[in-house]
């Protein structure tokens, strides 16, 4: 049986790629998303594969939304915790609703969704869990005060309740890109784009490909022994 895979986010950017990525993998894939309904459909019609619509902030959106998901397609057995979202200002035009938003959605929506998934998953002594962060949580980012605070958060996320899982077969870990080529990275002024892409050793932006193919490795099933890692996929613009 096809093991199930849940990617948040997974109808447009990086998170298609990596549903259509785990699904060429043999995964049996569902994508969520939180409301571009013309992506979605688009999405569905081109690979088959079911999107469901709920905010990832939302805990009880999510509570929900997991037990239709289970109800109608199986135990999610590999969780891809992708969606996340910016709003950059620099600390003195930075607001706390801006703060919130961007904790809530990139790590908030990292406890909702695995805290759901973590017991059937314990019981079943079987989950890959993997969490998408971000070259800025690793290193920081002039006018990201929130997402890099969020995105840093996941990798201690991450550590913390690798430790939790290691024993039951369930692992847990952190995808790390760096600028990737998708409508988040289009969003950022060209003047400021070209800057980034002469930092990247490689000489280009990522693709969403590039990203796809570390997230199937960490979650196969021979991937029992990689837990709590973070894997860097930035074309050498970051490492350490
Ligand atoms: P996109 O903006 O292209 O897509 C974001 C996805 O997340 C969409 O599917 C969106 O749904 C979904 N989403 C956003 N907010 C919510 C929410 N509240 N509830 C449910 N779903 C939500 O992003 P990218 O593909 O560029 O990024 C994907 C991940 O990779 C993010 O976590 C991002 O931080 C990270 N990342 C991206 C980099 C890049 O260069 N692009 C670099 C490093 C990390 P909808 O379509 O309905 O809006």
């Known amino acids: 049986m096809a093991r199930i895979a849940l990617v948040t986010g997974g109808q447009r950017g990086i998170g298609a790629a990596i549903s259509e990525s785990l699904q060429a993998a043999g995964r049996k894939v569902v994508a969520t998303y939180a409301g571009n309904d013309a992506a979605a459909k688009a999405f569905t019609e081109r690979t088959g594969i079911p999107c469901y619509k709920f905010d990832v902030a939302d805990f009880a959106q ?45 790590l908030g929506s990292c406890f909702n969704m695995c805290k759901l998934v973590w017991e059937g998953m314990i019981a079943r002594k079987f989950g890959r869990i993997v969490n998408i962060g971000s070259i800025n949580g690793q290193a920081g980012q002039y006018g990201q005060v929130n997402y890099a605070a969020a995105k840093s958060g996941i990798h201690g996320f991450t550590k913390a309740l690798a430790l939790e899982g290691a024993r039951f077969n369930v692992t847990v870990n952190t995808v790390a890109p760096g600028y990737v080529d998708t409508e988040m990275v289009r969003a950022v002024p060209e003047d400021v784009l070209q800057k980034i892409i002469a930092r990247i050793p490689v000489g280009r932006l990522g693709r969403a490909e590039d990203v796809a193919r570390g997230v199937v490795f960490l979650t196969a099933d021979e991937a029992d022994f990689i837990t709590g890692a973070t894997l860097s996929i930035n074309g050498g613009q970051h490492m350490y």
């Open 62 to 106: 999510c509570e929900a939304a997991v037990r239709r998901i289970e109800a109608e397609v199986g135990p999610i057995e590999i969780l891809v915790n992708n969606a996340g979202i910016t709003r950059d200002a620099t600390m003195r035009k930075l607001t706390r609703e801006m703060w919130d938003v961007v904790i809530d959605t990139n």
